[in-house]
Nanobody, 124 residues
Framework: VQLQASGGGLVQAGDSLRLSCTAS????????VGWFRQAPGKEREFVAA????????QYADSVKGRYTISRDNAKNTGYLQMNSLKPEDTAVYYC??????????????????WGQGTQVTVSS
């Protein structure tokens, strides 16, 4: 599975963005999808994840209530809707796919499917 993240950009605080993670390969619909971010000088952190069916989602506390993760298996695409953006949300955002949501949340990257990253910059 190859993943491509897109949709980043430069926005002002309070604005919204929607990131997309488009996958190639027929196995995408059987994998959990997650989003991570890395700000300059900081470690990569978990943002959100969704199960293969879309039935269960999980979020970092810092984005809960502002971000929504979703997927469309027919389009082989995962999404991250980001609302009420803050300057501290500025980072490179990466999508990843693993067997389970638990794998993504706990950092068990056995499959190691990653997108290339998309820059999100939020100005104050």
């Amino acid at each position: 599975v190859q993943l491509q993240a897109s949709g980043g950009g430069l926005v002002q605080a309070g604005d919204s963005l929607r990131l997309s993670c488009t996958a190639s390969g027929r196995t995408f619909s059987s994998l959990a999808v997650g989003w991570f971010r890395q700000a300059p000088g900081k470690e990569r952190e978990f943002v959100a994840a969704i199960t293969w069916s879309g039935g269960i989602t999980q979020y970092a506390d810092s984005v809960k209530g502002r971000y929504t993760i979703s997927r469309d298996n027919a389009k082989n695409t995962g999404y991250l809707q980001m609302n009420s953006l803050k300057p501290e949300d500025t980072a490179v955002y990466y999508c990843a796919a693993e067997k389970t949501l638990s794998d993504l949340y706990s950092g068990r990257f056995d499959l190691g499917f990653w997108g290339q990253g998309t820059q999100v910059t939020v100005s104050s």
